[in-house]
Nanobody, 120 residues
Framework: QVQLVESGGGLVQAGGSLTLSCAAPSLSVSAFSLYDVAWYRRAPGNARELVTSLSRDGLLRYGDSLRGRFSPSRNDLGKIHSLHMKSLKPEDTAVYYC???????????WGQGTQVTVSS
């Protein structure tokens, strides 16, 4: 079982920035590089939604209306991927989950979730 370790959540004021990170210490560098990485979030009362994803080949996808404020990055040698968030709004308050998934979907792993709270 692959463990993903999230960090970087917390409380931030509206308009502020925050970076979340997701490490996969149990994976080898070569294995990590085979995965697509993604971030999802779930706000209270809402379904989980895609924030952004970054494939092993560099293909980027964004959730609705999030392009421009959220950007992913990955460091395959460090076996870590990150979510850079700026111009945060109170409606961005949610639990954020990192995700690793092979392109076929045969293997998929989730982080434990980290709370992001944006105050107005």
């Amino acid at each position: 079982q692959v463990q993903l370790v999230e960090s970087g959540g917390g409380l931030v004021q509206a308009g502020g920035s925050l970076t979340l990170s997701c490490a996969a210490p149990s994976l080898s560098v070569s294995a990590f590089s085979l995965y697509d990485v993604a971030w999802y979030r779930r706000a209270p009362g809402n379904a989980r939604e895609l924030v952004t994803s970054l494939s092993r080949d560099g293909l980027l996808r964004y959730g609705d209306s999030l392009r421009g404020r959220f950007s992913p990055s990955r460091n395959d040698l460090g076996k870590i991927h990150s979510l850079h968030m700026k111009s945060l709004k109170p409606e961005d308050t949610a639990v954020y989950y990192c995700n690793l998934r092979t392109s076929t979907g045969a293997d998929e792993y989730w982080g434990q979730g980290t709370q992001v709270t944006v105050s107005s």
